[in-house]
Structures are given as C-alpha cells and as structure tokens.
C-alpha cells in the first residue's frame, strides 16, 4: 500500500497549495504551543482549512487536555481532524466525541522509552489513530512536537504491528532517512515538518526528494 504523506507546518494558503501539488495527503496546522516550530493564529488556521480541497485532510494540532478546551479550539479553526499532541485528562475524547461525532481524533505519542508501546495500545482504543513523535512531554516546558530529533524506530515498529488503528510516523524525517524509516516502522504515514524546510520556509526540491524517496 502506497504510504501517505503528512505536511506539517503548514503557515499559508500558498504552502498548503505547494504541499498538495506534490501529492500531500494530509495539511498539519499548529496552533499556540509551549515549544517547538511552526505556530499561526486559530484564525489563519481556519483560513487555510477552508481553502483546502476534498479528500485532503486538515489536521488542527493543539495543546489543549480539556475536552471543552478541544472543542471550542476546533470550533474556531475548523479542521477536519484533531492531532491531540498531549495526553487529554481522562474521558475528554469520549467526550469530545458527543459534541464533535464527525471530527477524526488522532494522538500523538512521543516515544522515548518501552513504557511507550503501553501508552500507545491504551490511546489505541480511543483514537481513530496514532501518532509517533519525538516530543519529551515531561519537561519544565513541554516538547510536543517539532524537534527534529529521530526516536527508537524499533519501538515505533512495535507500535505498528499491535495497533487496531492506522498509526503516523513522525520525528527528523527527511528525504535521506524516510525511506528507511518506512521500511523500518512500516506505517499508515509519514509526517514531516522541518525536513522539508529551508529557512523556516516549505521549498520544493525538499519536498520533491521527501516524496521521491517514500514513494520509490
């Protein structure tokens, strides 16, 4: 099965147009964030998921644990899909999921240790998917994404084959180590932000080797 490509990232209609012509199959919008690249304001968000044509997904990345936190986040941007890239209090996805039945859910997990593979098979059974990155949550202030740096694929791989739902890769992919990491880990889809980046900016030779080497 061909191997999807997630954009992260995305800062402007034009990027998100550029993403698309290249055979993206999913738009990552990031929202206020304690650290890491990439955040726009809830309403350049919602201007660029509007823009963004069926069947591309757009994917609203917030911080938010709450349910009506979520909720009411998503409410302003309008995507299509909510990337939880922290781990919700307890009973906020059922919850979500009375107000918004229509809105995919997917968490984020940042692998960095075995204890990992149990957080994930947990957020398993709640989540219409996983998401694999290499954010340290557990810091003073939190990483929840957008590092750059590359986790455990051995870990990720044990995720891949004990999940009931389509799980995300992400974590310092580029066009010299995704193709490995697709053979590797094996998942539903690649994720990258900064590996296609140059100065902060979406440039297309990045993107075409990105896409050249996932899907060669």
């Known amino acids: 099965m061909k191997t999807r490509v997630k954009i992260c990232c995305i800062a402007s209609e034009e990027e998100a147009k550029m993403a698309i012509s290249f055979g993206a199959s999913a738009l990552g919008l990031v929202a206020a964030m304690p650290s890491g690249p990439g955040p726009i304001p809830d309403d350049l968000i919602r201007r660029i998921a509007r ?33 939880l890239v ?22 984020v997990i940042h692998v960095r240790s075995e204890g990992s593979i149990d957080e ?31 986790h455990d694929w051995r870990l990720s791989r044990m995720i891949v ?7 995300f890769l992400a974590g310092g992919l580029n066009a010299e180590n995704v193709r490995a990491a697709i053979d590797q880990v094996q ?3 690649v994720d990258v932000c900064s590996g296609v980046r140059t100065n902060g900016h979406l440039d297309p030779r990045k993107l075409a080797a990105f896409f050249n080497a996932v899907w060669k």
Do not use: M, W, Y
Request: charge should be negative; hydrophobic fraction near 50%; charged fraction near 15%.
């Open 51 to 83: 823009s963004v044509p069926p069947p591309v997904a757009t994917f609203l990345l917030t911080c938010k644990t709450q349910a009506g936190a979520i909720v009411a986040h998503h409410l302003r941007t309008q995507t299509g899909t909510l990337q």
């Open 86 to 107: 922290d781990a919700p209090e307890a009973g906020a996805i059922a919850a979500i999921r009375l107000v918004l039945p229509v809105i995919k859910i997917v968490q």
């Open 120 to 150: 994930a098979l947990s957020a398993a059974g709640e989540a219409d998917a996983l998401l694999l990155d290499s954010g340290n949550p557990a810091l003073a202030v939190k990483e929840l994404g957008g590092t750059d740096r590359v």
């Open 161 to 167: 084959d004990q999940s009931p739902v389509p799980v």
């Open 187 to 189: 998942p539903f889809a």
